[in-house]
């Protein structure tokens, strides 16, 4: 029996064999994938201590495929910046860090610059507990340096440097720190009164906090210097009626050699022609070096009078004024500005003036007469009623709501009545207007800013009675566009509220309705 159980195994083993050749059909069993690039996403990163950020790398192989797993991560600076396992870089100390994705033989790297971490502190670095006069600049200049909770300093930080308390003022407030972390202000001036003055230096820091340091100032009694010059403060080159006060009185400020201003200082003020009085002969300078003449009334003499201000020692100022003629009284109305640009239901584009003058037809600038306004047909809405200033009556805000040709009236009691002609014009739309662009979104979700249009006349002015329905299509290959596509005006104007957008790339919409011409929304980009 044993030779012929050996024939059985030798039998069995060949059809073994056998079916293992003629597996898979006879074909030769395919090569694996093979990697032969890797990217590595983001290419580039800046953090700030403390901060991570996650690295995704992907392997393409030779045949198409992506392979997202085995990768072994490194990196060149751990010092600056770890990588774990999965590709979670996290921020150390300052410095350039290079993190390598591998797979297999292929690499891939992205480039992690770490920057300071997030201000922590604002330490004073000169200009602290200095004196000066009063209104005048500090020797130094405040400054601060900026670090963060790792103590290292914050190029760029912004530092805004503010008056606390005191008055005078501060050049430069808002200043970049240098590489150093060091900002400076450009100079503090200290204020009016003798006593305390501070100065706050404030940067931003996380979850909207601010860090703020304190830097005191003394401002010290200053002893004025003589006065250098008069100058005219207000109540110069007036005009105004003889015998009658002017609106603004004659002011001046008294300076030293260094601009400042003067308290305490007599000025006399007298006329010198046209007659008149004034209030003040003499008046003392107050805190601010100003000192007035009061009320100044013109004399019976026409055209220029004059008024002169004094200092003991310095060339006198002259206040000129010039005198008119007691107007005769109001006799008629004179349209200086007819309405125009009117469409019904708008106000008029023009707004109508009307003067009061006298039977020489000047205008009298005493006349405060109430001119009232009338339409020949029709009606019209708005202040119709305006009181004259200085002989000028100035309507502002009239609407006309009835189209065709009428005749506008102004009338004022006991006066001549003016008129002038208005064309005004029905407000049909015949056109579209995008008043809001689109703003684009991620690929699928709708867009940051739907588009909103006005249906308006042929004055680019809306048409509130208009419910035209605008339809609205997408412009440019490769994407979809979803939402309420079809929008009927409300009020004049259309606002679609859910477009979306399926497909990355650039678009405009383009937008419908009959009898009227299409329009174009600017391009918007839709991301991946």
Known sequence: MRPTSFVNRLFYAFLALVVVNCSDNGLPKPADPVVVSVSITPP????????????????????????????????????????????????????????????????????????????????????????????????????????????????????????????????????????????????????????????????????????????????????????????????????????????????????????????????????????????????????????????????AALGAQTVTATVTGLPAVTFTATAAAVPTPPALLAVTRAAASATIGVPFGVQPIVEIRDAAGLIVPTATNVVTLGISAGSITGTISVAAVAGVATFTDLTPLTAGAFTLTYFSPGLTSATSPIMVATRTATQMTVITQPVGATSGNVLATQPVLQLQNVNNVLDPAATNPVTVTLVGAGGTLAGTTVVNGVGGTVTFTNLKVTGAGTYTLKFSTPGFADVSSAAFTVAP
């Open 44 to 299: 580039t990163a800046t953090l700030h201590i403390g901060e991570t950020q996650q690295l995704t790398a992907i392997g393409t192989t030779d045949q198409g495929t992506s392979v997202l797993t085995g990768f072994t991560y490194s990196t060149s600076a751990p010092a600056v910046a770890t990588v774990t396992g999965g590709g979670l870089v996290s921020a150390l100390t300052v410095g350039t860090a290079t993190v390598t994705a591998k797979l297999g033989s292929i690499e891939k790297s992205s480039t992690i610059t770490v920057t300071p971490g997030f201000p922590a502190t604002i330490t004073k670095v000169a200009g602290d507990n200095q004196s000066a006069a009063v209104q005048t600049a500090v020797a130094v200049p405040p400054s601060v340096q900026v670090k963060d909770a790792g103590g290292n300093v914050i190029p760029g930080a912004l530092v805004t440097f503010s008056v606390f308390s005191g008055g005078g003022s501060v050049a430069g407030g808002a200043v970049t720190a240098d590489a150093q972390g060091i900002a400076t202000a450009a100079a503090w001036t200290l204020g009016a009164a003798p006593g305390l003055n501070t100065l706050t230096a404030t940067v931003n820091s996380v979850a909207s906090t601010v860090i703020t340091t304190t830097f005191t100032g003394i401002a010290t009694p200053r002893v004025p210097g003589p006065p250098a010059a008069i100058v005219i403060s207000a109540g110069d080159a007036q005009s105004g009626t003889v015998g009658l006060a002017l609106p603004i009185a004659p002011a001046v400020q008294v300076r030293e050699a260094n601009g400042l201003p003067l308290a305490n200082i007599v000025v006399s003020f007298a006329v010198a022609t046209g007659g008149g009085s004034i209030v003040n002969a003499t008046a003392t300078t107050n805190a601010s070096g100003i000192a007035s003449a009061g009320t100044w009334t013109l004399g």
